[in-house]
């Protein structure tokens, strides 16, 4: 049988990684697109060799050409930390806007179907707990996690047009905080931060009182989750998250027994804006694809630690893998 073709877009970075893992396991070919601003090599050379992926070294805010056919589009590219989007806010809004409808296009043209990368950030700071795909979010679009959230928005908005104006075939998926291997040591994120300090032996820097939630998945869970809806036929948007929630202080005291450290822990300023409370309800993923995670945090923790074990001293004391000055717009 002939393989399937799909084109994933931020296809070196983190979750675009292990998507192209997944897509190469049940024998697609992927062509996978990444103009490395965020992305790292890294993470898809061991994929080089084989003669079922391609890599294409391109900004997708660009018009996107990929030859022959094509069966599934997922749109990951995107700045995805609130760090790097406050680094590059111009560039998280074009590819939100410009490269969905880019790849949205092209969807259109190779009669493909698309998947998106929404994110729980459309919900913002939410007022409603746990958040049902039913809920419109509380979002402040001049804040800076403005550039992200409305790009995911208008990106949710775009697809759903071309959807019911074009027919295309569509899927939305809203991930909540997600983690494991692959993650950029020093892209802000908390988990990162956290397992970087204790390797560097730097106290752990806690935002605000801690008192603020977030609920993780292991990226594993993630990408089967992610999986069962591009082959649903499902274009409204579904949740795909962890619900055990956990504040950032129980979180942090989880990482020092983790990795042993003694270092302590210091306060710093909440950034403006940061979620208090955050949390999917996923009984649509539940009802619909029959999924729920299935790796809980100890056992995802203990995966991840193992990768950033693994990570040389060099890159453990880079202090940004990417030069981001370049792209800044001042
Ligand atoms: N956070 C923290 N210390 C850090 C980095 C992040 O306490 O060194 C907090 C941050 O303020 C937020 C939570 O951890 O409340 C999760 O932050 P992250 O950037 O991972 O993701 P997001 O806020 O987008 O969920």
């Not at 893992?21 to 050379?45: C, P, S, W």
């Not at 939100?96 to 409808?101: K, M, N, P, Q, R």
């Amino acid at each position: 049988m002939e393989r399937k073709r799909i084109l994933i877009t931020g296809a070196a970075g983190f979750l675009g990684s292990h998507l192209c893992d997944r897509f190469i396991r049940e024998d697609y070919h992927v062509i996978a697109m990444d103009n490395l601003i965020t992305g790292q090599l890294k993470n898809i050379e061991h994929l080089f060799h084989l003669e079922n992926f391609e890599f294409y070294n391109h900004d997708v805010t660009k018009f996107i050409h990929v030859p022959g056919k094509l069966d599934y589009i997922l749109h990951f590219a995107s700045p995805a930390s609130p760090i790097d989007y406050l680094k590059i806010p111009i560039q998280t809004l074009k590819v939100g806007s410009l490269g969905i409808h880019n790849c949205l296009g092209l969807a259109k043209e190779k009669n493909a179907r698309v998947l998106i990368a929404s994110t729980s950030e459309v919900y913002g700071d939410p007022t409603v707990h746990p958040q049902p795909e039913e809920y419109w979010g509380n979002v402040n679009p001049v804040g800076p996690r403005g550039v992200y959230d409305e790009a995911k928005r208008f990106q949710e908005a775009i697809t759903m047009a071309y959807h019911t104006y074009h027919g295309l075939e569509t899927r939305i998926v809203r991930i909540f905080n997600t983690y494991g291997p692959r993650m950029r040591l020093n892209d802000g994120r908390v988990l990162p931060a956290f397992i970087g300090q204790a390797l560097r032996g730097e106290d752990i820097t806690i935002f605000g009182d801690g008192s603020q939630t977030r609920s993780f998945c292991y990226v594993d869970d993630l990408v089967e989750g992610i999986f069962r809806l591009l082959l649903s036929d499902y274009a409204e948007p579904v949740n795909i998250g962890n619900p055990d929630e956990i504040t950032i202080s129980d979180f942090a005291e989880e990482i020092i027994k983790l990795t042993g450290t003694d270092q302590k822990v210091v306060y710093h300023e909440l950034p403006v804006n940061d979620p208090k409370q955050r949390q999917p309800d996923i009984t649509k993923a539940r009802a619909l694809l029959g999924w729920e995670p299935t790796i809980d945090r100890a056992e995802g923790l203990k995966r991840t630690y193992a990768y950033f074990l693994s990570l040389t001293p060099e890159e453990l004391n880079k202090k940004e893998h990417n030069d981001f000055d370049k792209y800044i717009i001042k």
